[in-house]
């Protein structure tokens, strides 16, 4: 079984460029998170998706962050614009329902120049 | 916001070693969670507990969940360098809340061969 697959791995831009990052989660999981894991710190979750509904975005930054999952399979989270405070690895993870244990992708790694 | 306190937060110690890492909270959670995440990777799941009081065993890893569900350790035996990583417990809150985790900070383990 395939696992949840991220792109890019890692990205570097400048402050105030957009960037987008995509991912494909395992065939069948109809829960997606997306959350943004500073170093030395614990994932902290920005959005969790049902099929293609959002289940949870407390703690997204609305201002500047947004993300899809248009038919409910792979979503993309975007950044517009970045901060120097986004550099961080951006994990996506899966689950086939809620409660049930999540399967992290290998993340993302954005530095923000 | 529910936190998660972890210690220590960095270990460092010679194969054949016992250690003993900890996760604590003043508040409850319904389960409890402990991954295991290596460099450029995601965290990978290795254990759920759910029942105060509850110990799960996986080889050398020995977890407990506290009678009042509010804390929560990981106990190896005998620490091997493959063991090295950042350790990481997660408290899942109820069911009508979903499934969002809140994450400790993890505890970084080095396992010198």
């Known amino acids: 079984e395939a696992g949840v697959a991220q792109s890019p791995r890692y990205k570097i831009i400048e402050k105030r460029q957009s960037v987008a990052f995509w991912c494909n989660p395992i065939?069948?999981?109809?829960?997606l998170y997306w959350y943004q894991q500073i170093l030395g710190q614990g994932p902290k979750l920005l959005i969790q998706f049902q099929n293609n509904g959002v289940v949870d975005d407390s703690q997204l930054p609305k201002d500047r962050f947004s993300a899809e999952r248009l038919k409910g399979v792979d979503s993309t989270l975007k950044i517009q614009p970045a901060k120097l405070e986004d550099s961080a690895v951006y994990l996506c993870?899966?689950?086939?329902?809620?409660?049930?244990?999540?399967?992290f992708g290998p993340g993302t790694r954005l530095t923000v120049l | 916001t529910q936190l998660l306190e972890q210690s220590p937060q960095f270990l460092s110690i010679q194969e054949g070693e016992n250690l003993t890492v900890y996760c604590n909270s003043s508040?409850?959670?319904?389960?409890l969670q402990w991954y295991r995440q290596e460099p450029g990777e995601g965290p990978v799941l290795l254990v759920t507990?759910?029942?105060?009081?509850e110990v799960k065993k996986l080889k050398r890893l020995t977890f407990q969940f506290g009678d009042a569900r509010k804390d929560s350790s990981l106990h190896i035996t005998a620490a091997q360098p493959g063991d090295t990583g950042l350790y990481l417990c997660?408290?899942?809150?109820?069911?009508?809340?979903?499934?969002?985790?809140?994450f400790g900070e993890g505890t970084q383990l080095t396992v010198n061969p």
């Open positions: 993870a899966s689950s086939s329902r809620p409660r049930l244990s999540q399967f």
């Open positions: 065939s069948g999981h109809a829960t």
């Open positions: 508040s409850v959670f319904s389960s």
């Open positions: 507990v759910v029942t105060g009081g």
């Open positions: 997660a408290g899942g809150r109820g069911e009508t809340s979903g499934s969002r985790l809140t």
